[in-house]
């Protein structure tokens, strides 16, 4: 819908229209391509289920995901997880890392790369266990990370869609590890009756 508005006002030329189409038609081939490694999501579950604190980083588009992959893993787990803007580290949440806290970062290479490499370098050196999602081969290397889970590139517009697969299956799997109701967690309501 967003690309027909932009197409109808006017803002978007069709070469833009074709590219972004083009970027979205790929996304279920990617999203196949990524649950192929639900095993790894499954053994990372496991460690997760042991840490006291769980942090996600993301920038830009990633950094609403960083806080949606925070949230799911508290709502069906019952961990303590917090999403912040990589950007944002230095004021405060780096203060909660140690060797004991799982730190998932959301990495693609864009413009934002170099910037959120830097911020996984700061994670490392102070001891985190580092795990890092990204579709650039060398991200483990250049930050030391304890896992690396390389996703398919994707067009920028379709990078956070591709990029939730992982996340929702970690909350999943962290939970199951753990023995929580996925289907039913508690305090939460399926829907809202009131206001």
Do not use: C, W
């Given at each position: 819908?967003?690309?027909a508005?932009g197409?109808a ?12 189409v ?20 499954v053994?990372?579950g ?10 996600y980083?993301?920038?830009?588009s990633l950094?609403p995901l ?11 787990s ?10 944002e580290?230095?004021?405060?949440p780096i203060?909660?890392i ?18 959120m490499v830097s911020?996984m370098?700061?994670v ?6 580092l795990?890092v ?8 290397a250049?930050v030391?990370?304890h896992?690396?889970?390389?996703l398919?590139p994707a ?10 697969v992982p996340i ?7 939970a ?11 305090n ?5 009756t009131?206001?």
């Amino acid at each position: 819908m967003a690309i027909a508005a932009g197409r109808a006002r006017g803002v978007l030329q069709p070469f833009e229209e074709h590219e972004l189409v083009r970027g979205l038609i790929q996304v279920p081939r990617l999203m196949t391509d990524v649950l192929r490694r639900e095993s790894e999501f499954v053994a990372l579950g496991h460690v997760l289920a042991k840490a006291p604190l769980v942090l996600y980083l993301g920038r830009g588009s990633l950094y609403p995901l960083a806080l949606e992959g925070a949230l799911k893993l508290k709502e069906i787990s019952y961990l303590h997880a917090e999403g912040f803007a990589a950007g944002e580290l230095k004021h405060g949440p780096i203060a909660l890392i140690d060797e004991s806290v799982p730190v998932i970062a959301m990495a693609p290479r864009n413009i934002l790369y170099d910037k959120m490499v830097s911020n996984m370098q700061e994670v490392a050196a102070r001891g985190a266990q580092l795990i890092v999602f990204s579709d650039a081969a060398d991200a483990a290397a250049s930050v030391k990370a304890h896992l690396h889970f390389e996703l398919p590139p994707a067009h920028p517009l379709a990078v956070p869609i591709l990029y939730a697969v992982p996340i929702q299956l970690i909350a999943y799997h962290t939970a199951v590890e753990m023995g929580t109701d996925v289907d039913q967690p508690r305090n939460l309501a399926k829907s809202v009756t009131v206001e």
